[in-house]
């Protein structure tokens, strides 16, 4: 078995753009790899606005040490981006800190509700250094300083980490041993096992987010898993919803078209989608 | 059925038809009918603006209309406005005075729904939220209602919603108004003239219904787009349900 600890020293970290659409790949040592599709809806494309969505994902070289996290701004709050990009790298610092995975499920969701409260502070004052421009009509600058006092900044999310081992010896892929999942609100994950059978992770509690002026909205759940070969890791946003299912059997080419076909549609949504293969030698992703 | 979000390229229209007759100014609490109505129009718009807003811009998600009538129609913004266009000039004020000519506005309403529907064959259903406070003092106006409730778009038929300003309109007194379930049948309502708006109210669809209770109300399925407009917090969900199309 690999020492954690000295292979997490050089981290490979994707993270997605707030302004720039597109799809990167990473390969882990052979035995697993990564991409991440990022795309701003038609709106925020045609104005030059920034994607809601952000996606951080920091995994050791050899592969045996994941963390994650797939964010969704609420577009309804204080510039629901600021509390994406926030909220997705805060877990993702936390989720990597941790010595090992929890065994169970209740010390460590105690733990996590206890940071997204703490890091209300923090978000919130990232909104008091945004200053509104001069020419903002007066109801709609009343609005917002009622969204900032009152709602703050808000987003759904999807965070956690894998911890796997590799068989002494083993030249196939990464046997898995544990995975840990939080989430708020309606990203979804998949994890396909080693069967072909697909697991899902989550359920679809829009209403659930985080907000820094109110912290946890509706409830924070968590699940642990442990599966011996688990051969895929699939997240994604409520934009990708429709391209989801199909994503196993595309191509990066065939991705990113699909993605760009959902610019048409009226209810065009940001994108993103982050996949996670353990396979032979990466080559199946 | 009406569950198609407003976006930027199939943007919701609601029209408001207000009833700016010389009754509107009488008392309702601590203020008159007219000022509710006002202050209940700003706060549907500044509603309207939070969910049209991404990176602090206000997208075009909904389009707008108000006539008010008394003895004429008034088209307060001269036509059907973007939710940003109307913001640069500001939420109009309604003042009242003249008779009750129900049958005029909603004339206006059917003019303009008929001019511009062919614009929202893939937007939600137009929705016409109505207030008044008194029985229509010229023609009837039922068939006019009937005929703008069978134009339709893709999402479904137009919807019309009704408000209704009068005291001890319920059968039963209602004492929490935010865990009121709504009015589904006609003998829950005491007052004639209200039992008559009720009939002509398109029923709220389930996706609006459970946009709204997501709010904290309480409305219960099968209830009709009929409110009583007897307390500020029920004209304000009354203006709220205007606005509970589906957010992307």
Same mark, same amino acid.
């Given at each position: 078995?690999?020492?954690?600890?000295?292979?997490?020293?050089?981290?490979?970290?994707m993270r997605t753009?707030?302004?720039?659409?597109?799809l990167q790949?990473?390969?882990?040592?052979?035995?697993a790899a990564i991409r991440l599709l990022s795309?701003?809806?038609?709106?925020?494309?045609?104005?030059?606005?920034?994607?809601?969505d952000y996606a951080v994902a920091v995994a050791?070289?050899?592969?045996?040490?994941l963390s994650f996290c797939v964010a969704d701004?609420?577009?309804?709050?204080?510039? %629901? &981006?600021?509390?994406a990009?926030?909220l997705a790298?805060?877990l993702v610092?936390?989720l990597? =800190? /941790? +010595? #090992?995975?929890?065994?169970?499920?209740?010390?460590?969701?105690?733990?996590?509700? %206890? &940071?997204?409260?703490?890091?209300?502070?923090?978000?919130?004052?990232?909104?008091?250094?945004? =200053? /509104? +421009? #001069?020419?903002?009509?007066?109801?709609?600058?009343?609005?917002?300083?009622?969204?900032? &006092?009152?709602?703050?900044?808000?987003t759904v999310f999807l965070a956690g980490r894998f911890?796997? =081992?590799?068989?002494?010896?083993?030249?196939?892929?990464?046997?898995?041993?544990?995975g840990w999942f939080c989430w708020m609100g309606n990203i979804a994950a998949r994890i396909q096992?080693?069967?072909?059978?697909w697991l899902a992770i989550n359920g679809d509690?829009?209403?659930?987010?985080?907000?820094?002026?109110?912290?946890?909205?509706?409830?924070?759940s968590?699940r642990?898993v442990?599966?011996?070969?688990m051969r895929r890791l699939l997240i994604w946003s409520d934009g990708a919803q429709?391209l989801a299912a199909?994503v196993p059997?595309?191509?990066?080419?065939?991705l990113?078209?699909?993605?760009?076909?959902?610019?048409?549609?009226?209810?065009?949504?940001d994108v993103t989608v982050l996949d996670v293969c353990w396979?032979?030698?990466?080559?199946?992703l | 059925?009406?569950?198609?979000?407003?976006?930027?390229?199939?943007?919701?229209?609601?029209?408001?038809?207000?009833?700016?007759?010389?009754?509107?100014?009488?008392?309702?609490?601590?203020?008159?009918?007219?000022?509710?109505?006002?202050?209940?129009?700003?706060?549907?718009?500044?509603?309207?603006?939070?969910?049209?807003?991404?990176?602090?811009?206000?997208?075009?998600?909904?389009?707008?209309?108000?006539?008010?009538?008394?003895?004429?129609?008034?088209?307060?913004?001269?036509?059907?406005?973007?939710?940003?266009?109307?913001?640069?000039?500001?939420?109009?004020?309604?003042?009242?005075?003249?008779?009750?000519?129900?049958?005029?506005?909603?004339?206006?309403?059917?003019?303009?729904?008929?001019?511009?529907?062919?614009?929202?064959?893939?937007?939600?259903?137009?929705?016409?939220?109505?207030?008044?406070?008194?029985?229509?003092?010229?023609?009837?106006?039922?068939?006019?209602?009937?005929?703008?409730?069978?134009?339709?778009?893709?999402?479904?038929?137009?919807?019309?919603?009704?408000?209704?300003?009068?005291?001890?309109?319920?059968?039963?007194?209602?004492?929490?108004?935010?865990?009121?379930?709504?009015?589904?049948?006609?003998?829950?309502?005491?007052?004639?003239?209200?039992?008559?708006?009720?009939?002509?109210?398109?029923?709220?669809?389930?996706?609006?219904?459970?946009?709204?209770?997501?709010?904290?109300?309480?409305?219960?399925?099968?209830?009709?787009?009929?409110?009583?407009?007897?307390?500020?917090?029920?004209?304000?969900?009354?203006?709220?349900?205007?606005?509970?199309?589906?957010?992307?």
């Amino acid at each position: 078995m690999g020492d954690p600890v000295t292979a997490r020293h050089m981290p490979i970290t994707m993270r997605t753009s707030s302004h720039h659409d597109e799809l990167q790949r990473a390969h882990l040592s052979g035995y697993a790899a990564i991409r991440l599709l990022s795309q701003r809806c038609a709106e925020a494309q045609a104005q030059g606005a920034p994607n809601q969505d952000y996606a951080v994902a920091v995994a050791a070289p050899d592969g045996n040490t994941l963390s994650f996290c797939v964010a969704d701004g609420v577009g309804s709050s204080f510039h %629901g &981006e600021i509390a994406a990009v926030f909220l997705a790298r805060r877990l993702v610092q936390w989720l990597d =800190a /941790l +010595p #090992a995975l929890p065994m169970t499920d209740i010390g460590a969701a105690e733990r996590l509700r %206890g &940071e997204l409260i703490t890091w209300r502070t923090e978000a919130q004052a990232l909104l008091h250094e945004i =200053a /509104l +421009p #001069a020419e903002t009509p007066a109801l709609v600058r009343e609005v917002m300083e009622e969204l900032r &006092e009152g709602y703050g900044t808000e987003t759904v999310f999807l965070a956690g980490r894998f911890d796997a =081992a590799r068989r002494e010896g083993a030249a196939r892929a990464a046997h898995i041993q544990r995975g840990w999942f939080c989430w708020m609100g309606n990203i979804a994950a998949r994890i396909q096992l080693a069967s072909g059978e697909w697991l899902a992770i989550n359920g679809d509690d829009d209403a659930a987010r985080w907000s820094s002026v109110r912290g946890l909205c509706g409830s924070l759940s968590t699940r642990h898993v442990a599966q011996s070969e688990m051969r895929r890791l699939l997240i994604w946003s409520d934009g990708a919803q429709a391209l989801a299912a199909a994503v196993p059997a595309l191509s990066d080419a065939e991705l990113s078209q699909r993605a760009r076909a959902l610019l048409e549609l009226p209810t065009s949504d940001d994108v993103t989608v982050l996949d996670v293969c353990w396979c032979d030698n990466g080559t199946d992703l | 059925m009406y569950s198609q979000p407003a976006t930027t390229l199939t943007p919701a229209l609601i029209i408001y038809l207000i009833d700016a007759s010389d009754s509107m100014n009488e008392v309702s609490g601590d203020t008159t009918r007219i000022e509710m109505v006002n202050t209940a129009l700003r706060t549907a718009v500044k509603d309207l603006v939070r969910r049209s807003m991404r990176d602090g811009v206000v997208q075009r998600r909904y389009k707008l209309a108000i006539f008010a009538y008394s003895t004429r129609v008034i088209d307060v913004l001269g036509g059907v406005r973007d939710l940003p266009e109307l913001l640069r000039t500001g939420v109009p004020e309604l003042s009242a005075g003249g008779v009750t000519d129900t049958a005029g506005g909603f004339g206006a309403v059917e003019k303009l729904l008929k001019e511009h529907i062919k614009d929202f064959q893939h937007s939600p259903a137009p929705l016409v939220c109505h207030l008044t406070d008194g029985v229509f003092t010229t023609t009837d106006p039922s068939h006019t209602i009937q005929r703008i409730q069978e134009l339709r778009v893709t999402d479904g038929a137009v919807l019309v919603e009704n408000v209704y300003f009068a005291d001890n309109m319920l059968r039963r007194p209602v004492n929490n108004w935010q865990q009121w379930e709504g009015v589904t049948r006609p003998h829950e309502i005491a007052d004639e003239y209200a039992r008559f708006l009720f009939s002509l109210s398109s029923p709220l669809p389930e996706t609006y219904r459970q946009n709204i209770n997501n709010y904290g109300y309480h409305l219960q399925p099968a209830t009709s787009l009929f409110f009583p407009g007897v307390h500020p917090d029920l004209v304000r969900l009354a203006f709220a349900i205007s606005s509970a199309t589906q957010l992307k």
